[in-house]
């Protein structure tokens, strides 16, 4: 029964974080928007993304993107895990471009990620390197889980963890005019369906 409650209780929290929405779900296709700005006619990366882009709201900076000839490199305020309103970084990955279009992909998480089990905070993640630490906590920890039963866990709840934790892949539209860049992303699960950033 306790075992039972642990789980029930770990589900919710996991549905309470997708609600409030930490990354895509990787069927976003919004064909809105405005033109591309340099180049990415032809798929690849535009160079004309490359540089930092912030998103500030009311004088503070919640999210903090670097782009780079395709890589993508993520801060963001933690809320739920700190008070401190300084950016840590969360997410790495990829990202392309073709004409207006825009697909992110993020490919590891940092372990100060919020809802994260036994992660460190000071190391980097892929999907596959998560397993291990959230068995780990569950067996660590005075719950009673014998290692199959946090295994067995693990394996039911995969997929909303993966993108609690911000792993995944979303498309949609942007623009760049001058330095200014604004998204546009049919899915509101994702936080940067917020819009707009400012070359820093």
Known sequence: MKKTVFKVLVTFCFAIAMILGSCGD??????????????????????????????????????KIVLNNGNITESSLLLMSSPSLELSETRKGTY???????????????????????????????????????????????????????????????????KVLGFGSFTGTYTLSGNTLTFTFSSSNTMYSLGVFTRQ
């Open 26 to 63: 990787g069927s976003d296709d919004d064909k809105g928007g405005g033109g591309g700005g340099i180049g990415g006619g032809g798929g690849g990366v535009n160079s004309g993304l490359n540089g930092t882009w912030v998103f500030t709201y009311e004088g503070t900076e919640f999210i």
């Open 96 to 162: 392309s471009t073709k004409g207006n279009n825009i697909t992110i992909n993020f490919t590891q998480v940092n372990g100060n990620a919020s809802n994260s089990f036994g992660l460190s905070p000071s190391q980097w993640y892929t999907e596959q390197e998560v397993r291990t630490p959230f068995i780990q906590y569950w067996l660590d920890g005075d719950f009673g889980m014998a290692q199959y039963e946090a295994e067995e866990m693990y394996d039911e709840m995969e997929s909303s963890y993966l």
